[in-house]
């Protein structure tokens, strides 16, 4: 008897332009399968007024950041109003604004997302919403699915997407981003330097069976700049959970984003350095937490 190893297989991921808000094809986003989020990275650009084939990086005040995949889920927050509008199959919503995005030399945005697809078998979606929230939110997830369906080995929480949004017509500098899972409890954070300002989100998240598959999780953190942080584990892995925290106060945002990859994962959160409107801000480090599983089916063959 052997074990064969199937890797995971990428849906066709997005990537592309845009100023508002803005719902994109994304094949195989829809009830058949389980869209689990492998990479996200949003970075705001101008064009260059002498080169219209290059760009100048730009930073904006945050209001929205979105990553919400089209498919059915279990809706856990069926009384909070107002609901969000149905994302239809195969679609994917994404924003990355600030309260006003009109100005093409400085609300234009780059995004590229990538997910992996899992069976209805093989994994449980579901959303859980949150408005008028201060800073940081702690609530208790409902208890995962049972050995009765499926589960009998266990679970892994997996993103599937997010959408954090500052309420009210408001946007703020940004000084710590996160959502992650721990021991059933799940925390989101969005704020500035003040804290004062309240937020609505929406976690879209899997919990993904340990059943016939091989799982390997594991965390990344540390301080710095945006760059590459290499894993010993080899292959394209899911997103569990994130936490990204501006050492020195807050900032406009210039990119964020969380690229897996084969050796490693390629981390981006950050404004755009030195900039000549903000001469004396200091370079922006910052504290990051990366959550990230390989989760890869396998047979048993007799040999």
């Known amino acids: 008897m052997s074990f064969l190893i199937l890797n995971l297989k990428t849906m066709p991921n997005i990537s592309g332009n845009a100023i508002d808000s803005k719902i994109g094809s994304y094949v195989g986003a829809n009830n058949q399968k389980i869209p689990l989020l492998s990479s996200f990275h949003f970075q705001f650009f101008a064009d260059h007024p002498d080169d219209p084939e290059t760009s100048l990086p730009s930073e904006n005040k945050i209001q929205t950041i979105e990553i919400l995949p089209g498919g059915s889920y279990r809706d856990l927050s069926p009384n909070i109003t107002p609901i969000p509008?149905?994302?239809?199959?195969?679609?994917?919503?994404?924003?990355?604004?600030?309260?006003?995005?009109?100005?093409?030399?400085?609300?234009?945005?780059?995004?590229?997302?990538?997910?992996?697809?899992?069976?209805?078998a093989q994994a449980k979606r579901f959303r859980i919403r949150a408005n008028g929230i201060r800073a940081v939110h702690t609530q208790e997830l409902p208890p995962p699915p049972s050995k009765g369906e499926g589960f009998n080995e266990g679970h892994v929480f997996v993103l599937c997407g997010f959408k954090l949004k500052f309420t009210g017509n408001i946007d703020n500098r940004i000084d710590a981003i996160g959502v992650y899972e721990d021991a059933g409890r799940l925390t989101v954070e969005f704020n500035d330097r003040t804290s004062l300002d309240l937020f609505d989100y929406i976690v879209d998240y899997a919990w993904v069976s340990r059943t016939n598959q091989r799982v390997v999780l594991g965390e990344e953190s540390g301080s710095g700049v945006p760059g590459l942080v290499l894993t010993d584990v080899k292959g394209k892995k899911l997103i569990r959970g994130f936490r990204f925290d501006f050492k020195q106060g807050d900032y406009k945002l210039q990119r964020v984003g969380i690229k897996t990859l084969e050796n490693g994962l390629s981390i981006y959160f950050g404004d755009v350095h030195h900039t000549s409107t903000e001469p004396n801000q200091p370079e922006p480090h910052y504290d990051y937490m990366i959550r990230w599983a390989t989760i890869n089916d396998f047979v048993i063959t007799n040999q």
Do not use: G, M, Q
């Open 85 to 120: 509008a149905a994302i239809a199959n195969d679609k994917i919503s994404i924003a990355f604004r600030d309260k006003n995005p009109t100005d093409v030399n400085s609300d234009k945005y780059s995004y590229y997302l990538e997910h992996i697809l899992k069976s209805n």
